[in-house]
């Protein structure tokens, strides 16, 4: 929550209409003083007063490069009901100048792009440009390749989609769902692993004996949990000695339309009650926090929680 005097300060930032022109164009791409005065035709003192006044107040990071500076919004640092406010202008504002500013800037960066080596172009935001081959997909894929799993366990499995790619780095891989139909295309798509099994099964209740995983996995599932804490001590339970269990779940959100749409039960987790869940267990915490913040509004952020049996 922010205090009265801060919510006016923080307004009086954003109500100018310089400031916003600025904040939309480095919204999206990292850009430099010279590159904003080409794109918005002010005067450049302008709009370095104006950079210099959003850096400072922690909206804006930058970063140089040989004699440029690049500045980008610094979403990750911005306190979230700035976010919250940043996040509502960016979304209803409808205004010519900035579709101009917006045709101005894509064209600035084509030519930008095309005038160095695209390493160097994208420099700092790679993940935010296509490159051929480098799909998530193929990241997931790579980077396993360093993990050596044991007995899987992937609770709320879904249509197997993660147990596909989990499957040839581990001995097991245990697919749980309470849906019969999902389940069903969980054995279609994975018809020639032979190391991956199937169980119609609630994630409140396993029928598996204890510590008979090396590894569990809740991913998006705890969401579609009555009784989420439930869930976890399943997890634990059925956890060997030096297990691991992975958690992504959504970060606690707002967004009822959302949470009906996909008929979750909850809207998400603090990162506080998630770890809260996870010690009453007696797992230990490697890392509980956000490790993520979508890129599209609503802007959902997903929560991740790596915890080990001792
Ligand atoms: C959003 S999907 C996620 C699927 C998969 N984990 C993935 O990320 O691709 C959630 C799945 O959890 C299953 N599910 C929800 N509650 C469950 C429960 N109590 N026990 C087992 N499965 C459950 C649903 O049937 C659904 O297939």
């Known amino acids: 929550m922010l205090a009265l005097d801060s919510t006016v300060n923080w307004l009086h930032l954003f109500g100018d209409p310089t400031r916003v022109r600025l904040m939309a164009l480095v919204a999206s791409e990292e850009l430099t003083v010279a590159e904003l005065t080409a794109i918005t035709e002010l005067q450049q003192p302008r709009v370095s007063t104006h950079l210099g006044k959003l850096r400072e107040a922690g909206l804006l990071r930058d970063r140089k490069v040989g004699a440029s500076t690049f500045y980008a919004v610094n979403e990750a640092a911005m306190p979230r009901e700035v976010r919250a406010i940043w996040d509502l202008l960016r979304s209803e504002i409808q205004d010519a100048v900035l579709d101009s500013d917006k045709k101005r800037c894509q064209g600035l960066v084509k030519a930008r792009e095309k005038a ?53 780095r581990a001995r097991s891989v245990t697919c749980v769902d ?128 790596f915890a080990r049996k001792p």
């Open 178 to 305: 309470r849906s019969e139909r999902v389940i069903d295309a969980a054995r279609a798509r994975l018809a020639r692993e032979k190391n991956v099994s199937f169980v119609v099964g609630d994630m409140h209740e396993l029928a598996f004996e204890a510590e008979r995983f090396d590894q569990v996995l809740l991913f998006n599932m705890l969401t579609y949990a009555h009784t989420p804490s439930r869930v976890v001590a399943e997890a634990a339970r059925v956890l060997r000695r030096g297990g691991n269990l992975v958690i992504i779940t959504l970060d606690a959100h707002h967004n009822e339309d959302v949470t009906e749409a996909y008929q979750h039960v909850n809207s998400g987790f603090t990162a506080a009650v998630l770890k809260k869940m996870i010690v009453k267990c007696g797992l230990e915490i490697e890392y509980c926090g956000v490790s993520h913040r979508e890129r599209r509004a609503p802007h959902f952020e997903v929560l991740n929680a």
């Open 116 to 168: 160095t080596a695209w390493p160097d172009a994208v420099a700092g935001q790679m993940e935010r440009y296509y490159s051929p081959g480098r799909t998530w997909e193929a990241t997931a894929r790579g980077i396993l390749g360093f993990a050596h799993l044991g007995d899987v366990l992937d609770g709320g499995s879904g249509d197997g989609t993660i147990a596909q790619l989990l499957a040839p």
